[in-house]
């Protein structure tokens, strides 16, 4: 049965990590096609793109993706969390993709996932619902409050 991976990339621009991750990400999953969702003109950052989607698409097609979804710039702009839950449901609305890959900056799924229940459990989480009221009280914004907050509980820095 051919199997298909699902890629979340913002590819600005396309660069050798890029086509290293897609390469071993189709290694690794042994998928016999790619579809990637790529951010659009705008960055996760709210910035305008180095290259226009367009550009980002014929790239991403001579480098080995089959298909190339635009995500959303409603999503695109957003904050990580937003950004992940948008291509994440995407790709699951197909119900083709069978694997998933996506970059990250520290490239340690360890602390990702630490994040993530973090994330999910913050009202149980006291030391970092702590820290995020300490910080909000200072009149701190909400996305800043939360990077504190992230690096006061853990161990690494974010």
């Excluded at 071993?24 to 659009?40: F, R």
């Excluded at 793109?49 to 710039?73: F, H, M, R």
């Excluded at 009221?133 to 509980?153: D, Q, T, W």
């Amino acid at each position: 049965m051919e199997k298909v991976l699902g890629i979340i990339a913002e590819y600005n621009p396309f660069h050798n990590g890029h086509f290293y991750h897609l390469k071993e990400s189709i290694k690794k999953s042994n998928s016999d096609y790619v579809v990637s969702i790529i951010g659009n003109n705008f960055t996760q950052r709210g910035d305008v793109s180095i290259i226009d989607k367009w550009t980002k698409t014929k790239i991403a097609l001579e480098n080995g993706v089959d298909l190339v979804l635009e995500l959303p710039s409603i999503y695109s702009t957003s904050c990580a969390e937003n950004f992940a839950y948008g291509a994440i449901s995407i790709l699951d609305s197909l119900k083709i993709i069978d694997y998933l890959s996506f970059g990250s900056e520290s490239g340690c799924i360890d602390d990702i996932k630490e994040v993530s229940h973090t994330m999910n459990n913050q009202d149980k989480n006291s030391d970092f619902s702590k820290y995020l009221k300490e910080e909000l009280s200072k009149g701190v914004s909400y996305p800043k409050a939360r990077k504190i907050s992230f690096r006061k509980n853990f161990r690494w820095k974010i």
